[in-house]
């Protein structure tokens, strides 16, 4: 135990001509310090455990990897016995960070297996290049890393209760509930976002067209020509038969002028003015434009003939 000086400042009224100030003033206050040995022993086991284990890990790299280069390139059997030491170094630090977990008894077991397959690997390298011996005590040094291992969580563990650990289990429920919530509320929004872009985009049968750069307008105006070359020009009557087919019925010629008997103008938007219109069988669309402004003066003709196309493509 020791004293030792430290220079704070703490917040002190002062008062000058009638008015009252708030300020910092630098004080010096003794301060009685103890020397955590618990917390030192601890910091030093635990670096030297991480060095013994990084001893191991390289002396286990070396005689696997010698071993399997038997029968592998050097770089392949090299990586390979990496992924023999590295399997139960990363079972230990699944283990440590699961220690109040019920569940860390998985990567408990499943550690102690890898080592004893890395330990008969380096004991089988041993004794074909350097002797029983040699195999051996390679083999050891891993288990000594494993033993040191598990004592310094022994000393970093914080023993429960079976009320603690019950308490403890159901905040690491709660906090998975929110975490697996965050995760399914993000990607609920993706999805929304994803459902209102494609719904924005427009499309003939819901899909982005403008994926590809092609806009509903123009795949609307592109269809629209089209038909109207398949038509052929307005007011040209029925479409010429084939040879051979004089017993089949005329097709039903596109009317270009209105028929006064069959459509009445009404009130309403005008898509539903071009819809009534071209439901009495006028499709020409300079006829549409003719009748539609004659109840709705106001209206452009470049309006109409787009409700027109898009009319002949949509159907409605």
């Not at 004592?151 to 009320?163: C, G, K, R, W, Y």
Request: aromatic share 4%; no cysteine.
């Amino acid at each position: 135990m020791r004293i030792k000086t430290v220079r704070t400042t703490v917040p002190t009224e002062v008062t000058r001509d009638g008015e009252t100030y708030t300020i910092n003033k630098t004080v010096d206050r003794k301060v009685v310090t103890v020397v955590d040995v618990h917390r030192i022993v601890r910091r030093a086991v635990t670096a030297v455990t991480v060095l013994v284990v990084a001893v191991a890990l390289a002396w286990s790299v070396t005689s696997i990897g010698a071993l399997l280069s038997i029968g592998a390139p050097t770089w392949v059997a090299y990586l390979a016995a990496g992924a023999f030491d590295l399997s139960w170094a990363v079972l230990m630090a699944a283990e440590w960070t699961m220690q109040y977990d019920d569940r860390a008894r998985i990567p408990r077991v499943a550690g102690w297996l890898a080592l004893a397959v890395s330990m008969t690997a380096i004991a089988t390298e041993g004794q074909l290049h350097a002797g029983v011996w040699i195999g051996i005590i390679g083999a050891v040094i891993s288990l000594l890393a494993k033993g040191l291992w598990t004592v310094m969580m022994m000393i970093t563990e914080h023993p429960l209760s079976d009320v603690s650990r019950q308490i403890v289990q159901q905040k690491r429920s709660r906090a998975s509930e929110e975490l697996a919530l965050t995760i399914t509320d993000r990607e609920l929004i993706r999805i929304r976002q994803e459902t209102a872009a494609l719904r924005e985009s427009g499309s003939l049968t819901r899909v982005a067209w403008d994926a590809e750069g092609i806009t509903r307008k123009a795949l609307a105006e592109t269809l629209a020509d089209a038909i109207e070359d398949d038509a052929g020009p307005a007011g040209s009557g029925s479409r010429p038969q084939s040879a051979g087919s004089g017993s089949a019925p005329e097709s039903v010629p596109l009317r270009s002028v209105p028929d006064p008997d069959h459509f009445a103008p009404q009130s309403g938007s005008i898509k539903e003015l071009v819809g009534s219109v071209m439901a009495e069988g006028i499709t020409d669309p300079a006829a549409v434009v003719r009748e539609v402004q004659a109840d709705r003066p106001d209206a452009s003709a470049e309006t109409i003939k787009r409700m027109v196309r898009l009319h002949r493509v949509n159907g409605s």
